[in-house]
């Protein structure tokens, strides 16, 4: 089973509105993490945000928020007043338990994001 | 910045012949990573290391190797690269909860063609 699932292979969104992006997880550690990546079609990789399993609230940074449903395994991500520049492929990803193997991500198959002016 | 430079940037390289990539970071981070990145697969763990001399496999392992005899370098070696391993090449160090920029920082890549 796959450990990270983005059901929106591709989504489009108007210039300033608002945008949320899916990911659900599957995994019995109680504690994890899960993040947000960002990868322009310039290739590099941008953390956004990060959301822990012991956390009480949502996280956000500036534009981004994620949602985070515990119970339902799903923390996606919001992206407020869309701008031009958000245009790309997002990447949701997880690190599972706290010992030295917790250190790896695991990534789902991003979602290809394009704004429309 | 994380100082994370990878080399190359970009190879073109026959198939049956062994490729080393190269990742060198300058903040004495003690993990790091590589990850390869396929369309329609994201990021998947090759290997990782967790010292000078301590690495492990990842998920998709088979037909690279790894070493780590310096805490700042950390090499991928394709030992005879084949046509499957075209890819795109990601060099990862991680940061502890509580650090700035807590996560994963990422090299620019390299962009790996076997013809």
């Known amino acids: 089973a796959q450990k990270i699932t983005q059901t929106q292979p591709g989504m489009f969104v108007q210039e300033k509105e608002a945008v949320t992006l899916d990911c659900t997880y599957d995994t019995s550690d109680p504690s994890y993490g899960l993040f947000w990546y960002k990868q322009p079609s310039s290739g590099e990789m941008i953390f956004l945000i990060y959301?822990?399993?012991?956390?009480?609230q949502n996280a956000t940074e500036g534009r981004y928020s994620l949602n985070f449903q515990k119970a339902r395994k799903s923390a996606n991500l919001v992206i407020s007043a869309s701008q031009l520049g958000d245009s790309a492929m997002y990447f949701c990803a997880m690190r599972e338990g706290s010992g030295a193997g917790s250190y790896q991500l695991t990534f789902g198959k991003g979602t290809k994001l394009s704004v429309i002016p | 910045d994380a100082g994370i430079t990878q080399s190359p940037r970009h190879k073109v390289t026959e198939t049956g012949t062994p490729v080393t990539l190269r990742c060198h970071q300058t903040e004495n981070h003690r993990y790091m990573y590589w990850y390869r990145q396929d369309p329609g697969h994201g990021l998947r763990l090759i290997h990782y290391s967790y010292g000078v001399k301590d690495t492990d496999k990842g998920e998709v392992s088979d037909g690279y190797s790894v070493s780590r005899s310096k805490t700042e370098d950390f090499l991928l070696t394709l030992e005879s690269a084949t046509s499957s391993q075209t890819s795109v090449y990601f060099c990862?160090?991680?940061?502890?909860?509580?650090?700035?920029?807590?996560?994963?920082?990422f090299g620019s890549g390299t962009r790996l063609t076997v013809v």
């Open positions: 959301q822990g399993s012991y956390d009480q």
């Open positions: 990862a160090i991680s940061r502890d909860r509580g650090s700035k920029n807590y996560g994963y920082t």
